[in-house]
């Protein structure tokens, strides 16, 4: 049984920052990639962050330059830092975890609500 535990979200004013936490538990052996994705009202989820097991890192085009995932192996956590957040970062905040290079993620987490008041 895989475990993902989302945390950090919250409400902050445009400009502000916010560190998102996901640690991983269970079945977690040989995990190739975790990431964040988000769902904003009435929006489709989209990938938002990505990291590898190597360390390579890939982001969505609107939070270059603002976010920045890392991971820590030994704690199997993966963080997402949100710098210079807008109003429409506002979104539920999903953390994901694949045991593949590729392709959709195989597991996911309850959510956490990031809201960025303007």
């Known amino acids: 049984q895989v475990q993902l535990v989302e945390s950090g979200g919250g409400l902050v004013q445009a400009g502000g920052s916010l560190r998102l936490s996901c640690a991983a538990s269970g079945s977690i052996f040989n995990i190739r990639r975790m990431g964040w994705y988000r769902q904003a009202p009435g929006k489709q989820r989209e990938s938002v962050a990505t990291i590898t097991s190597g360390g390579r890192t890939s982001y969505t085009d609107s939070v270059k330059g603002r976010f920045t995932i890392s991971g820590d192996n030994a704690k199997n956590t993966v963080y997402l830092q949100m710098n210079s957040l807008k109003p429409e970062d506002t979104a539920v905040y999903y953390c994901?975890?694949?045991?593949?290079?590729?392709?959709?993620?195989?597991?996911w987490g309850q959510g956490t609500q990031v809201t960025v008041s303007s």
């Open positions: 994901a975890i694949s045991w593949y290079g590729a392709g959709d993620f195989d597991f």
